[in-house]
């Protein structure tokens, strides 16, 4: 049974961090591009970061770029999203993405409040 499972949610002060896990089961989570997505109340989802399987070749949306810092460790089977100076916007349902060819594979989201 694939499953992918994303933690560490919850609210946070403006100017503060968060670190997201998302835990992967029942795939070779080695094989696949990962990625975190958010859908902000509202709004539709949009792309956060992407990091390919081997971990060499990230990218990140232009919002996040110099303050979201992705990351996978293939032994735990485990992809990270570190987030640093958070502003309200960023407030968003926070989803976890494993995709290789026309495989796609979703978590249940965590939710993420930026918020005084």
């Known amino acids: 049974q694939v499953q992918l499972v994303e933690s560490g949610g919850g609210l946070v002060q403006p100017g503060g961090s968060l670190r997201l896990p998302c835990a992967a089961s029942g795939f070779i989570f080695s094989v696949y591009t990962m990625t975190w997505y958010r859908q902000p109340p509202g709004k539709g989802r949009e792309l956060v970061a992407s990091i390919s399987s081997d971990g060499g070749t990230r990218n990140y949306g232009t919002s996040v770029k110099g303050r979201f810092t992705i990351s996978r460790d293939n032994a735990k089977n485990t992809v990270y999203l570190q987030m640093n100076s958070l502003k309200p916007s960023d407030t968003a349902v926070y989803y976890c993405?494993?995709?290789?060819?026309?495989?796609?594979?979703w978590g249940q989201g965590t939710k993420v409040t930026i918020s005084s």
């Open positions: 993405n494993g995709t290789r060819c026309s495989t796609a594979y």
